[in-house]
């Protein structure tokens, strides 16, 4: 209960700091937002002189990519960002006497910018886009919409295990900024945020449907609009547990061998 109690206090304080950082909130959402008008506008371009392109029409290209979107938007992890400077600077012996554990505080804090995030960008480009043209926000069957928030939980998990990684290697390497670099590059190609799986070459597809960055994007979108059937959920959620758990074994053992090696000197 006591666990519980700090954890949600933990939440609420970083609530409330998203709060007063909203503006800043709003301008990296924005910034976020230009890739999806470009590639919107670039798949408009690409229909405009065929109805269907490797088996999407012009309303499930714009589904995919909106979608996505929303669901990278609410699912996304960035405190690698931060923590890799407070640890270059020494900050993080703060962090790591006090009786919390920051892995897990770091978890929670994300949440409720991700939280804030959902409130400011997510919901408003939704409604925005219900509004405007609906016919691109399909409604999932009952069964998906169960699943869904499941699956959104994992990708968030998935995206904090990435997140931990990083940080971690920030222990013993002064320039795993570049690892910031690396994690985008990596969920950029092989979450379908750039592409549709279907548009790659075959050994690439074959790649990314044994790999877990699919979850943030793909995934998410294609239980949305009913393409995943009831085998390919229970194989998906079953891939999605032992990444899960082979990912959380590694962070365990990566960031204890590396705090190990951590050393801090200066007032």
């Known amino acids: 209960m006591k666990w519980s109690k700090k954890y949600l ?9 998203s709060i007063n950082y909203r503006g800043e909130l709003l301008l990296w959402s924005f910034m976020d937002a230009v890739p999806l008008v470009g590639m919107l506008v670039l798949w408009l371009n690409a229909f405009s002189t065929a109805n269907t392109i490797g088996g999407y029409s012009q309303t499930s290209i714009m589904t995919y990519y909106i979608l ?9 992890c960035h405190f690698d960002e931060g923590m890799n400077e407070e640890i270059r600077k020494g900050g993080v012996v703060f962090w790591l006497v006090k009786p919390i554990s920051l892995k897990r505080f770091l978890f929670v804090q994300e949440m409720a910018w991700r ?3 959902m409130l400011l960008t997510a919901l408003p480009v939704g409604v925005l886009t219900v509004i405007i043209a609906p016919q691109l926000l399909p409604v999932p069957s009952l069964f998906h919409l169960v699943l869904l928030p ?3 939980v994992i990708a968030y998990t998935l995206e904090v295990m990435y997140s931990y990684m990083v940080v971690a290697m920030a222990f013993v390497f002064e320039q795993a900024r570049s690892l910031e670099h690396l994690k985008w590059m990596l969920s950029w190609l092989l979450s379908g945020s750039m592409i549709p799986p279907e548009f790659m070459p075959s050994w690439l597809r074959g790649v990314i ?4 960055f699919q979850f943030r994007f793909y995934v998410p979108v294609r239980l949305t609009t009913g393409e995943i059937g009831g085998v390919a959920i229970l194989w998906q959620g079953m891939l999605a547990m032992v990444w899960l758990v082979i990912l959380w074994v ?13 050393t801090a000197v200066g007032s």
């Open 115 to 117: 939280t804030m995030t």
């Open 68 to 76: 996505g979107y929303l669901y990278s938007q609410v699912t996304g």
């Open 9 to 17: 206090s933990i939440y609420l304080v970083s609530l409330q700091e």
């Open 209 to 212: 449907q044994w790999l877990p």
């Open 150 to 152: 499941v699956f959104l």
């Open 250 to 262: 590694f962070v365990r053992w990566l960031w204890q061998r590396n705090l190990r090696s951590f």
